[in-house]
């Protein structure tokens, strides 16, 4: 079993690979998420809005994985957050049956209302030690700038849409440049550019599928991936895409088909 993991800004670990959990729905949640603990995930991405937390709740629970062993990240909308990050995810945590979430996160930036605020209401809960990581989700460099002016902690992560078909190259390099790590979503692309002739390409060098590669190089590029997948096979597959390496110029023909390129060393010497 492969144990790579990352650190984070504030000293915290997490794994380099995740399991995605929205659209999974009433005990297919919970049969899927037991089945990747038994497999080794150990970072399960959960959210209040895929309603799903009790049935992830009771996998975690049934599991034999010890608590400090997972990474659990879970996202709260902004709505929810005037009315008391405290109380939100303490509701939460009841369905999840926890008492802290590795890493919490604002799903989205509020177009309306304190940016600042809510992140202070997120700085709060930590304190309280209901969750020992905050980050942010779909936030751009705009966003992110004035989290780092006006709050007081730096954000750990700001999960984003991340593969080699959507063009976030520069908030890539701007997260990473300043300690934020980057958690991929939708690193499979919604399963809709599997067939992609390059990626075909590669994957049959290695002798692995076009997904195994997608997560290779999300790895290999400095992104954490938490691919969603539902059947026993997608699952093992794309945990046992850590345990291969694509080759430098397999990257960067990967890297090509955005735009902008960078210099991958820069980042992970
Ligand atoms: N923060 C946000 O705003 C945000 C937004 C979107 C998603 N997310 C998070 O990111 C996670 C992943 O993103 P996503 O669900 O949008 O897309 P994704 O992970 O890119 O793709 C999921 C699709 O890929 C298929 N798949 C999985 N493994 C496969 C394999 N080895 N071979 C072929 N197909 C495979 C799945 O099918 P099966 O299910 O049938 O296996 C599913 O149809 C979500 O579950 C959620 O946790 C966050």
Redesign the pocket.
Known sequence: MKKETVTLNDGNTMPVIG??????KGTQAKEVVARALKIGYRLI???VM?NNARQIGEAIKSSDVNRNELFIVT?LMPSQIPHGVTERLQDHLKELQLEYVDLL?I??PPMDGNRIDMWQGLEGAQKQGLCRSIGV??YDIEYLDEMLEEGTVRPAVN???F?PFVNQNQLFRYCLRRNIAVM????????HD?SYPLLERIAENHHK????V?LRWSIATGAI???????A???Q??WDAQMFNLTDSELDSLDHLVEYHYDRAEFLE
């Not at 599928?209 to 195994?212: E, V």
């Open positions: 399991l995605g959990t929205s659209q999974l991405d959960t959210a895929y996202k996160l799903h989205w989700s779909n999960q984003i849409e593969n991929a979503y939708s690193p499979l692309t919604r399963a599997l599928s076009t997904a195994q997608l991936p938490i691919p969603k997948a539902t059947s096979e997608h699952l597959e794309n």
